[in-house]
């Protein structure tokens, strides 16, 4: 029986059990391929008090973002984003080179670059000691530690109110909820704001994106899950938009409660479709376990009717995702002869638990293969025109989510 981080009931239910996986971002080098593996439960659950979908804590962050494979620069499309989000917190708060900005996990500085370019005093709070110091090479002020209550008080205290704080993709990753909302609170200005990036349960569940439930992945949100979780540290969220990152995303803006004013339109639209989605009671998880079946079953019946036939298949990107769905799926390298990223970190290396080798991109050209598993699906836009050149030789892309797809390109 888990009990819930958030309320601490013990009322929850299953959502999907996707069997033991190792840690998605846990690489291997050629020297381990001999060494166990230790893997470990990936079951989904929600909590029918608080509706807060939940992981078992059963990794300790440090263990994983001490020392980090995902560098955030390496998607164009990524830096893009936080560009234009740079430039629309800038308009809507009215920073300028008096305010002070700080971004939680802000990994290589990919979006606090663009506060330096504009003259904005930032400062970067990253764990992990690989990623901060990319971040420092580039010119973007980082301070290495995980935030806590602890933490936030001493960048406050060394540095001042935050007039506004950034966590983008990093309130599922942490397990101590609690302990980092009240980090959130005593971050920023006591007037000022919190800008919050995370994936959308609603469209994790309608679209069937199971890939992105993973260890690193403590929680799942909904609006009115991550409100509760805002307000048990002094936060209220006033507005929610919602973004086509990452499959859905929502970015939710909280201000202290001592000024938070009254919630936004669109905030209260967006709770009414999650209510009409039966995502505030049970109703609206109990079929997604087997829609989850259902895209295992369509992916390895093509896999293996394109191994029969002769056809050659290798991947594209070696995300966290994508080893939760080479896992659940038992992808190997007979059906999936390797995988190629961009990061490189991961070349020479091997993706958990399916053991698939991870190569130098130019390798697709070089060999020629029938099909590409596109396993960053969420970049679907950018990759299609990235790997244009696969249609040269009638290859073809195949995007497992939310539903099997085989696509031409560069046919005109």
């Not at 819930?4 to 033991?20: F, K, N, Q």
């Not at 164009?76 to 809507?92: G, I, L, N, P, Q």
């Not at 199971?210 to 909904?222: R, S, V």
């Not at 938009?241 to 004013?261: F, K, Y």
Request: charged share 25%; glycine share 8%.
């Amino acid at each position: 029986m888990t009990t819930c981080r958030l309320c601490g009931s013990e009322r929850t239910a299953s959502v999907v059990d996707l069997g033991a996986t190792p840690p998605c971002e846990r690489f291997l080098t050629a020297a381990q391929l001999a060494e166990p593996e230790p893997t470990f439960p990936l079951h989904l659950e929600v909590c029918t008090e608080c509706w807060l979908a939940q992981l078992p804590p059963l990794l300790d962050p440090a263990d994983t973002f001490t020392d980090y494979a995902y560098f955030s620069s390496f998607s164009t499309s990524w830096v893009e984003h936080a560009k234009r989000f740079t430039d629309a917190a800038v308009e809507r708060l009215g920073l300028t080179d008096r305010s002070f900005v700080v971004e939680v996990a802000s990994n290589d500085g990919y979006l606090l670059k663009h506060v330096v370019e504009r003259g904005i005093r930032c400062l970067g709070v990253e764990p992990s000691v690989n990623v901060g110091q990319a971040a420092r090479e580039a010119g973007v002020p980082t301070h290495t530690a995980f935030l806590s209550e602890d933490t936030g008080q001493e960048v406050r205290n060394e540095h001042g109110p935050a007039d506004l704080v950034v966590a983008n993709n990093v309130y599922a990753h942490i397990p101590d909820i609690r302990g980092f909302t009240r980090g959130l609170r005593a971050l920023v200005a006591d007037d000022g704001w919190v800008s919050i990036e995370v994936q959308h349960l609603l469209t994790l569940i309608e679209k069937n994106q199971y890939d992105t439930i993973y260890h690193e992945h403590f929680q799942y949100y909904t609006v009115e899950s991550a409100r509760r979780a805002l307000a048990g540290g002094g936060l209220t969220v006033v507005d929610v938009e919602l973004l086509p990152t990452h499959g859905g995303s929502i970015r939710l803006w909280a201000r202290p409660a001592e000024v938070a004013g009254e919630p936004s339109a669109r905030m209260t639209d967006v709770l009414a479709r999650e209510k009409a989605a039966g995502l505030h009671e049970l109703s609206g998880y109990t079929e997604f376990a087997d829609r989850v079946t259902r895209v295992r079953l369509e992916l390895l019946e093509f896999l293996l009717a394109a191994r029969k036939a002769g056809k050659t298949t290798v991947g594209y990107g070696a995300p966290g995702k994508g080893n939760t769905l080479l896992n659940h799926c038992g992808i190997r390298p007979d059906l999936l002869a390797y995988t190629v990223d961009r990061n490189p970190y991961k070349h020479g290396r091997f993706t958990p638990g399916t053991r698939i080798p991870v190569v130098e991109p130019d390798r697709i050209a070089a060999d020629r293969p029938d099909y590409v598993l596109v396993l960053p699906w969420n970049l679907r836009d950018e990759l299609t025109e990235q790997l244009s050149y696969v249609g040269a030789w009638g290859g073809k892309l195949v995007f497992p989510i939310p539903r099997l797809e085989i696509v031409e390109v560069g046919v005109q």
